[in-house]
């Protein structure tokens, strides 16, 4: 997967016609999206609640702090879960 | 906490239509649905509904529901659990409540989806419906040629789809294409999906014609040949990968052609719930028209939670201890849920058998006999019957059916 591709100053987002909403049953945090619907594990839920504007950089540094995780290795789980989402056309990049 | 909450509902809040598709899945006997609201007692058992019995609010509006009755099935679904509605029909533009509607659902914090034509969808209707939160639009096309296109919907239709795309996209609402697939139009398959290309839209849908409801009268002509099913799986395989990340292409399968059924509705009673123009509240679209034994319940008289949960339709096929050999003894029984209750019905006159598209279905050989039958008929469009609408007195206007 080509997870290193996206420069770290871009700005990951939701794509149109997708929302991140919490299942008032569940208390989970969940995608909406055309199709269907996506319940997200913690590491994604974490992720896109910060895709809003922030770079793919300040995003990894935030999560960083937050969990005082080495960013090295956060980057990737990012990237990678990003990459995904994209490949899912559920995230794109401004 | 019951172990189901349903997650999608399907919103039938018309079955008029201004196109008249000869796949449409609606059911083919409207009365039947109109004399349920004359005499819900009586209901399906009776025949056509004598004008006597006709209540006057079944006259004017064929018996759907108000837009207050469907403002609180909306509330009683999200309160169920229910995170997505799907506004659909028939033509739900058809109703002109439809953006109060919309607004409703985002009250209730749904994802609302609108399955449209088209038809109807003026640039100050798709403003509205952004307005009132309308999250995605799925417009169907009958093909990307305009001639073929007309003639599928028995209607002129297709120009004014490709002004209304151009409205969805400018409004900023994300537009899906939806394709039926059958075989007048499963040969322009590339084609279709560079119209998706286009006109700029997220997310194709390749639907392979399923067998209900006016699709299942008009079969013989619309069921594509084995040759045809192959080609269009390759090319829609090949556009996933080609145009991943840019369009989400949904390709559903053909599945007399499988040899596994589909896992209908993922379980009966399990995620979805639909309800049709007059309250009627069925597991799938399709029930109450493949499965006359079953009864429905309406939300005129009972509340949404109670139906999920208690109603004898309901629960008739949920989990698995209904299931018959040789679903009951089989380790996909949890994964293809023994296929679909509404093709069971169709094709055996038993719902609660396995889908015969199961290759351990016994009766295998009914939809056998249906592909070895595909090439005899050289069937064309005049040998097809169109959808009509309910009758009932309209002010809707319906696009002019081509002669």
Redesign the interface.
Known sequence: MRTTAISGSAQPRL?????L?T???TGKS?L??????IELNETAHEILSRCDGRTLDEIVQGLAQEYDADPKALATDVRETLADL????LIEYA | ?SAH?P??LLAEITHRCPLHCPYCSNPTDYCRATASVADPEAGRRSACPTTALTPAHAKTNYGELSTEEWQRVIREAAAL?V??IGFSGGEPLARRDLPELVRAAREA?L?S?LITSGIGLDDTRVRALRDAGL??V?LSFQSDDADLADKIAGAHAHERKLDVAANIRAA???L?LNFVIHRRNIDRLPQMIELAEVLGA??VELANVQFYGWAFLNRAVLLPTREQVDRARNIATAAKTRL?????I?YVLPDYYETRPKPCLSGWGQRYLTVNPIGDVLPCSTASSAIPELRFENVRTRDLDWIWRESESFNRFRGTQWMPEPCRSCPQKEIDFGGCRCQAALLTENAANTDPVCEFSPNRAIVDEVLRNVHSSRNHAHDWTYRINPSAPSSFESSRALA
């Open positions: 794509t149109n016609g997708v929302r909403q299942d008032s049953i969940v909406l999206h055309p199709e269907g619907i994209h490949q899912r056309r | 906490m909450r997650y999608a659990g995170l997505q914090k994802y989806n999250d995605s799925q900023g609402i994300a899906s997220g997310r991943a990340g840019m369009i989400d949904f």
